[in-house]
Nanobody, 124 residues
Framework: QVQLVESGGGLVQAGGSLRLSCAASGGTFSIYSMGWFRQAPGKEREFVTGLSWRGSSTYYVDSVKGRFTISRDNAKNTVYLQMNSLLPEDTAVYSC?????????????????WGQGTQVTVSS
């Protein structure tokens, strides 16, 4: 099981940008699909975006399409979430997740390992 540590969260104004990072260790990063989830108070955890282990396929939930971009740097064992045009409804704890080796990228059930989460707060 891979270990994941997120960073980059914080407080930003609506319309601003933020980039989250997730550093992985304990496995072969290049063969894990990677994803980001978020959970706001009183809400269920939401699958935001996923990136296949090949790096060629992505999934985005409709509410973030055109604003968020997931990417990975296999040489640095790191996955990123670039968030632009942020809205107050994006406020949540954002968690990084990894699939099992050669696992899927586009459904919640594909993800097996989780980071601790980082808080993103967007003010109006």
């Amino acid at each position: 099981q891979v270990q994941l540590v997120e960073s980059g969260g914080g407080l930003v104004q609506a319309g601003g940008s933020l980039r989250l990072s997730c550093a992985a260790s304990g496995g072969t990063f290049s063969i894990y699909s990677m994803g980001w989830f978020r959970q706001a108070p009183g809400k269920e955890r939401e699958f935001v975006t996923g990136l296949s282990w090949r790096g060629s396929s992505t999934y985005y939930v409709d509410s973030v399409k055109g604003r968020f971009t997931i990417s990975r740097d296999n040489a640095k064992n790191t996955v990123y979430l670039q968030m632009n045009s942020l809205l107050p409804e994006d406020t949540a704890v954002y968690s990084c997740a990894a699939s099992r080796p050669y696992g899927g990228y586009d459904r919640t059930a594909s993800y097996n390992s989780w980071g601790q989460g980082t808080q993103v707060t967007v003010s109006s």
